[in-house]
T-cell receptor, first 116, second 115 residues
Framework: AQTVTQSQPEMSVQEAETVTLSCTYD???????LFWYKQPPSRQMILVIRQEAYKQQNATENRFSVNFQKAAKSFSLKISDSQLGDAAMYFC?????????????FGKGTRLHILP | KAGVTQTPRYLIKTRGQQVTLSCSPI?????VSWYQQTPGQGLQFLFEYFSETQRNKGNFPGRFSGRQFSNSRSEMNVSTLELGDSALYLC??????????????FGPGTRLTVL
């Protein structure tokens, strides 16, 4: 069974600084997708960034980028120029590439605080 | 395009009762997944429906059930409620075709409190 581990329950960063959230996962599959989701206090889960395992290039979305290390099964999220609106719970997530297996496996989450 | 909607947003029930939650996916999406979110267990997958058929199921007791209608709307039902069923129930919709770009979009959730 696949597992996702986030070892940092909470983190704080100064506004405008850079922060990296860690995530490791375990799977025996060779093809899969990884995601970072953001859940602000409003509770609406929002996709931040996704990475296909077969792609070597790290995904980027504006101020958000990932460091995907497939051999180490590591998938960290870097947030540059942190903004107050980035304060939220961040979930690392895994999804198999098997057609018909749409379930997402989430980590326990990292609560990110932005200090003004 | 309208997002995923869930009704009701809040529910209070007592132990032993049953409850039905509803999820309307984004237009054109055929897959609906349900998740339970609690402070202790985090986000756990309940089940997924695709084209009116349950395609995946998580490790929850049979008291948790669901169904999907021809318009892709989905309902989940919890019978004989227990205190531990208190949680935020999230549904997510997607095209369901298994592509990496096939994003799951989440609804705002239904907060269920069991007294």
């Amino acid at each position: 069974a696949q597992t996702v581990t986030q070892s940092q329950p909470e983190m704080s960063v100064q506004e405008a600084e850079t922060v990296t959230l860690s995530c490791t996962y375990d799977t025996s599959e060779s093809d899969y997708y990884l995601f970072w989701y953001k859940q602000p206090p409003s509770r609406q889960m929002i996709l931040v960034i996704r990475q296909e395992a077969y792609k070597q290039q790290n995904a980027t979305e504006n101020r958000f980028s990932v460091n995907f290390q497939k051999a180490a099964k590591s998938f960290s999220l870097k947030i540059s120029d942190s903004q107050l609106g980035d304060a939220a719970m961040y979930f690392c997530a895994y999804r198999s590439a098997w057609l018909g297996d749409d379930k997402i496996i989430f980590g326990k989450g990292t609560r990110l605080h932005i200090l003004p | 395009k309208a997002g995923v909607t869930q009704t009701p947003r809040y529910l209070i029930k007592t132990r032993g009762q049953q409850v039905t939650l509803s999820c309307s996916p984004i237009s054109g999406h055929r897959s609906v997944s349900w998740y339970q979110q609690t402070p202790g267990q985090g986000l756990q997958f309940l089940f997924e429906y695709f084209s009116e058929t349950q395609r995946n199921k998580g490790n929850f007791p049979g008291r948790f059930s669901g169904r999907q209608f021809s318009n892709s709307r989905s309902e989940m039902n919890v019978s004989t409620l227990e205190l531990g069923d208190s949680a935020l129930y999230l549904c997510a919709s997607s095209l369901g075709m298994g592509q990496g770009t096939d994003t799951q979009y989440f609804g705002p959730g239904t907060r269920l409190t069991v007294l």
